[in-house]
């Protein structure tokens, strides 16, 4: 296992602005030597011509294009607003003169 020094767990929870006790130092100091003692396991994997990735599964959007279509109801849609003046939907005002 990686040594973690009772001091560098200090230092870090003085930049984190924590307050620990002794046993919290020295729980913190085992668990960040485990991280550090994985991430070296991690090392030794060779990676070379794996392509990077931003997320182990493949995130896809499904977009459709962007066409204007004239509503034939639009009266049925403006019927449900709050309010309406004549074919328009009315909002109350956001920006002072």
């Known amino acids: 296992m990686a040594r973690i020094s009772k001091e560098e767990v200090k230092k870090v929870a003085q930049l984190a602005r ?7 130092i020295n729980n913190h100091a085992e668990q960040l030597a485990k991280i550090i003692d994985y991430i070296q396991q991690l090392d030794k994997i ?3 011509n794996i392509p990077c990735t931003a997320r182990a599964i ?4 499904v977009l459709r294009k962007d066409e204007k279509i004239n509503y034939k109801k639009s009266e ?3 019927d449900l607003a709050p309010s309406k003046e004549d074919k328009f939907f009315k909002v109350p005002k956001i920006i002072s003169d």
């Open 58 to 61: 493949e995130v896809v959007n």
């Open 18 to 24: 924590l307050e620990l006790n002794d046993d919290q």
């Open 46 to 48: 060779n990676t070379e």
């Open 76 to 78: 049925d849609l403006l």
